[in-house]
């Protein structure tokens, strides 16, 4: 992902390099992201295929409230839970829906952003209501839309997606009518290029990277707005683990000097937005603006 | 009947400001181009002379008046009609880099007119040819995939020449197409113009501030002042005997090459800064 909005700016014939250079030289310019892809890539990989020490879904009467130690890297819950072993399996639900709720805020943020982009009276309408929208209490909002479905898990993708479009069309909207008064749009306009054409070869991949840097901070967004829900005790329910409920159910433990119950959950959605972050970042500094 | 014959053209833009009076770009503007010759537009900056390039192509729409390009009227074509006849009417602009996008291929660029307009031609076939234009614009075949970007702007400014010529039109607006570049670099661009209109046959809509340049390219010259064309003259004609007084203006603010030549500037009362209120009559 790192790698793909940015176009091969050194393009010289006979001298390509070769893949591994690309990596390599992508991981020195931007060590943070590098970092941080390593870190969800193998959070994921272990939550869908690694084995983990204990069952995550698991109680052990006898062992609740342990610290970490070499049996339980992590500690125990209140019920003996291993606290790596859900951390790790947490990991499955909480970033499938925040993908899951960005990827439908992608889709469709997009289309109407760049729907949304002309300097009509109408498109000046719609950035009022949208204004309105995003002063509403979004949080609160999406706490109602999924205790009112019944704590159905689609209502969080929902609830995160409708949080992100107005985003994505703002962004979209700014963007593209900054470009559409641009040169080159006004060229392809003169050599009698088709709105479908002006949209897919001239707007859209000049802004392939916001839209990318933008895409990313949503992921670790809505990895936030997710903790939060199931901290409340809304979306996802026990026994599956979710960071959220992980935290609430330790944060009771904190001042009794059991801090790992919810410390490791903690730094997990910490660690996540990090990594997110440092990505967009990294797709920012190598798709910068340069249209103008 | 000549190639291009625009009629009473009027352009009012809304002020930037709110509650601004209105800007008069272009006030009832007539003129002909025929096929095969160069027309120059010649104004100070908010003369009005590059709306006047960009409505002649229908990139924006006038108030009133009419353009007719082989004595079809624009106005009257439907949006599909009027991109097939983008093909016969072409651009180029004064900035080199902005209007190329920073995303695609030189090669990709170029061959897009191509993609439009001439639907029949396969892949190979479209190589072929933009690899022809960037030669006739003095572009090797490898700078085909490069970025614009990684071009210099004289490079980039061929580019812009080649992507206006591939669709073989008959009619192009230069937009100030060298004032943007060095001095040497600018002759090299006016000599490939010149000599893609001696080749293809092009009539040339010459937009420029610069009485120089347009003294060494152009047939017949236009002025521009206020949204107004003041006078129309065969080149030799404008500059042996200029009839208007701003164009005399104009004239006199030329520098000669000769330093011994006595610097004669004569100023001319009215000046495009008070645009908001133009004279009810220019001064003859």
């Known amino acids: ?292 | 009947m000549s190639l291009l014959e625009v009629e009473n053209a009027c352009k009012t833009f809304a002020s930037r400001q709110r509650g601004g009076d209105p800007v008069q770009a272009l006030r009832g503007v007539s003129l002909q181009v025929e096929a095969g010759e160069t027309l120059a537009i010649i104004g100070e900056s908010g003369s009005g002379k590059s709306t006047l390039g960009r409505a002649v192509l229908r990139l924006l729409e006038l108030d009133e008046g009419s353009v007719r390009m082989d004595g079809v009227d624009l106005a009257g074509l439907s949006p599909s009609e009027l991109r097939a006849k983008r093909a016969e009417m072409q651009i180029v602009f004064q900035e080199p880099y902005e209007s190329l996008n920073p995303r695609m291929s030189i090669g990709s660029i170029v061959a897009e007119p191509l993609q439009i307009h001439r639907k029949g031609l396969g892949a190979a076939q479209i190589r072929k040819l933009v690899i022809e234009v960037l030669e006739r614009v003095g572009l090797p075949a490898k700078v085909a995939t490069r970025l614009p970007g990684e071009l210099s702007g004289g490079q980039q400014q061929r580019v812009g020449v080649a992507r206006a010529v591939v669709s073989e039109p008959k009619f192009v607006v230069l937009d100030e197409p060298t004032s943007s570049l060095d001095l040497s670099i600018r002759a090299q661009i006016l000599e490939l113009l010149a000599q893609l209109q001696a080749d293809l046959g092009l009539a040339y809509l010459f937009v420029s501030h610069d009485m120089h340049t347009v003294e060494k390219v152009s047939d017949r010259i236009a002025v521009m002042y206020l949204g107004e064309i003041v006078e129309t003259a065969p080149t030799v004609d404008l500059f042996r005997s200029p009839q208007h007084p701003y164009t005399q203006t104009l004239l006199s603010a030329r520098l000669s090459a000769d330093p011994r030549e006595k610097h004669a500037y004569r100023a001319y009362e009215g000046d495009a800064s008070v645009r908001a209120t133009p004279p009810q009559q220019a001064p003859a």
């Open chain 1, 1 to 292: 992902m790192a790698e793909s909005p940015a176009p091969a700016r050194r393009r010289e014939p006979g001298l390509t390099a070769s893949r591994w250079t690309t990596v390599r030289r992508l991981v020195a310019e931007h060590p943070g992201a590098a970092l941080g892809v390593t870190f969800i890539v193998v959070l994921v990989l272990w939550s869908l295929f690694g084995p983990l020490p204990y069952d995550p879904r698991g109680t052990d009467g006898s062992a609740s409230r342990e610290g970490p130690s070499g049996t339980h890297w992590f500690g125990t819950d209140g019920t003996g839970g291993d606290v790596f072993s859900r951390v790790i399996e947490a990991a499955k639900i909480d970033l499938s829906l925040a993908l899951a709720g960005t990827a439908v805020a992608l889709v469709i943020g997009v289309p109407l952003g760049l729907a949304a982009s002309t300097k009509g009276k109408g498109s000046q309408r719609l950035v009022r209501g949208l204004d309105a929208f995003q002063a509403f209490p979004l949080l609160i909002l999406a706490l109602a839309l999924v205790s009112l479905s019944g704590n159905q898990l689609y209502m969080v993708v929902v609830a995160i997606a409708l949080l992100n479009i107005p985003r994505y069309m703002r962004l979209l909207r700014s963007e593209v009518l900054a470009i559409r008064e641009s040169r080159f749009v006004e060229a392809a306009t003169a050599m009698g290029a088709s709105t479908p054409r002006l949209i897919f070869r001239h707007l859209l991949p000049n802004v392939w990277g916001v839209i990318l840097v933008q895409t990313s901070l949503t992921i670790a967004n809505s990895i936030v707005v997710l903790s939060s829900l199931s901290f409340l005790g809304v979306g996802v329910s026990a026994p599956t683990p979710s960071w959220g409920s992980m935290i609430r159910d330790g944060a009771g433990n904190m001042s009794s000097g059991e801090w790992w119950i919810a410390t490791f959950p903690g730094l997990a959605v910490l660690l996540c937005v990090l990594a997110f972050n440092q990505l967009a970042d990294a797709i920012g500094d190598r798709t910068a603006r340069s249209y103008r």
